[in-house]
């Protein structure tokens, strides 16, 4: 399994990116997939993640303002990232497991990851 997260870079405060996550080695209507983040000095902390059934959560932080989707055809996950704030600076990684777990915000919970994407939120 292999994951490949893109779509980070430099923003100013209020504006949007889009981060895409494009998988290779499983099918997405089976795996669960989630995106964690992690600032400098901080714990890993989860973000967003869609079911197989691509029912979607949200971290209280993100709600609102982040939109989580996947393409099947394209194994492929997205994150949609509106009016970003500075606290969003992060290296956003994609993650993967077969099946939802109710744990679903441990990053213990996942085997597989990508190499992470770096998304800064500055003027």
């Known amino acids: 399994v292999q994951l490949q997260a893109s779509g980070g870079g430099l923003v100013q405060p209020g504006g949007s990116l889009r981060l895409s996550c494009a998988a290779s080695?499983?099918?997405?209507?089976?795996?669960?997939m989630v995106w964690f983040r992690q600032a400098p000095g901080k714990e890993r902390e989860f973000v967003a993640g869609?079911?197989?059934?691509?029912?979607?959560y949200y971290a209280n932080s993100v709600k609102g303002r982040f939109t989580m989707s996947k393409d099947n055809a394209k194994n492929t996950v997205y994150l949609q990232m509106s009016s970003l704030k500075s606290e969003d600076t992060a290296l956003y990684y994609c993650?993967?497991?077969?099946?939802?777990?109710?744990?679903?915000?441990?990053?213990?919970?996942?085997?597989?990851w990508g190499q992470g994407t770096l998304v800064t939120v500055s003027s």
């Open positions: 993650s993967a497991r077969v099946r939802w777990t109710v744990a679903y915000y441990d990053s213990h919970q996942y085997e597989h």
């Open positions: 080695g499983l099918t997405l209507s089976s795996y669960a």
């Open positions: 869609i079911r197989p059934g691509s029912t979607t």
